[in-house]
Antibody
Framework: QVQLVQSGAEVKKPGASVKVSCKASGYTFSDYAIHWVRQAPGQSLEWMGW????????KLSQNFQGRVTISRDTTADTAYMELSSLTSEDTAVYFC??????????WGQGTLVTVSS | QSALSQPASVSGSPGQSITISCTGT?????????VSWYQHHPGRAPKVMIFEVNRRPSGVSNRFSASKSGNKASLTISGLQAEDEADYYCCSYAAGSFWVFGGGTKLTVL
């Protein structure tokens, strides 16, 4: 069965960077795109970007002003999301998800990133 | 990229029907039949309830239905049940290979 397993919770100081991983299993990793979505406390879901695991093509939300990097390692069937210049407003649960035929079909369990001095 | 517009909250009694609207623009909802709806309980991964405007994934109750007209999409839940209480988000593909979520609607079953 398709599974997306994310790395564990992180606590970071303002100004630091965080890198979250998303390991895929149960399907051919290179055939699909992985998207990243976050939810800050009390806020809505926010789309961050995607990367096609096979081609490496990607698209990033302009809302992050160049602070987000999405990458993948096809040898490890793993996608990564790195967010830099963290502020308290980046405290959120970060999800990876696989999109098929236009919707987010499978989701990771979420990774809590807390930014605090 | 601006979030799609949803009402902050809706409520209904068991057995009633409710409708949640999702208003976008001609660059997203109005141009693509790639509108999906998600049920979300805080702390858990969202669950898709509707995809491609009005299609239900296997296993989702037929009490959930949806439609789209112009730049506005709608989700209707009929025969409300206590278990339907959750946050609901619409999502659309947008021009330029972007995606956008709605602001979310909190459904309360009275």
């Amino acid at each position: 069965q398709v599974q997306l397993v994310q790395s564990g919770a992180e606590v970071k100081k303002p100004g630091a960077s965080v890198k979250v991983s998303c390991k895929a299993s149960g399907y051919t990793f290179s055939d699909y795109a992985i998207h990243w979505v976050r939810q800050a406390p009390g806020q809505s879901l926010e789309w961050m970007g995607w990367i096609h695991a096979g081609t490496g093509n990607r698209k990033l939300s302009q809302n992050f002003q160049g602070r987000v990097t999405i990458s993948r390692d096809t040898t490890a069937d793993t996608a990564y999301m790195e967010l830099s210049s963290l502020t308290s407003e980046d405290t959120a649960v970060y999800f990876c998800a696989r999109v098929v035929t236009g919707y987010f079909e499978y989701w990771g369990q979420g990774t809590l990133v807390t930014v605090s001095s | 990229q601006s979030a799609l517009s949803q009402p902050a909250s809706v409520s209904g009694s068991p057995g009633q029907s409710i409708t949640i609207s999702c208003t976008g623009t001609s660059s997203d909802v109005g141009s693509y039949n790639l509108v999906s709806w998600y049920q979300h309980h805080p702390g858990r991964a969202p669950k898709v309830m509707i995809f491609e405007v009005n299609r239900r994934p296997s296993g989702v109750s037929n009490r959930f239905s949806a439609s789209k007209s112009g730049n506005k999409a709608s989700l209707t839940i009929s025969g409300l049940q206590a278990e339907d209480e959750a946050d609901y988000y619409c999502c659309s593909y947008a021009a330029g290979s972007f995606w956008v979520f709605g602001g979310g609607t909190k459904l309360t079953v009275l």
